[in-house]
Each structure stands twice: as C-alpha cells, then as structure tokens.
C-alpha cells in the first residue's frame, strides 16, 4: 500500500491533480480523504486544500 498527498491553494487546481492521478490505470484506489484548512496571514485569508490517496500499484 503506498499514499500520495496533494496540496493545492485552490478547489480547482486540487481536482485537476487528483483526477490526472486518477486517470493512471497504474493504480488501485483504496481510499481519498479531503481536508481544508485556513488560515490568517495579515490581512489575507490563506486557503489549503489537501487530499490524501491510499493506494496500491496493480
């Protein structure tokens, strides 16, 4: 069993790497937990956005 974590700064850019991870017909996917998390940087709001894939190589 092996793990990818992505971490992006947008919901988009998040899908767009978890679903060309997905496309590879290399791999058997157990199972994907999503997170978002923020925080405060002066006055901007930073935004995280993370999957963690579980997965084994056929």
């Known amino acids: 069993m092996h793990v990818k974590i992505f971490d ?3 919901e988009k850019d998040l899908e767009i790497d978890i679903n060309e991870f997905l496309n590879n ?3 058997d996917i157990i199972d994907i937990k999503y997170t978002v998390s923020s925080s405060m940087f002066g006055e901007d709001q930073i935004y995280c956005f993370s999957a963690l894939v579980w997965y084994n190589e056929k």
């Open 8 to 10: 992006e700064e947008s």
């Open 25 to 27: 017909e290399k791999y």
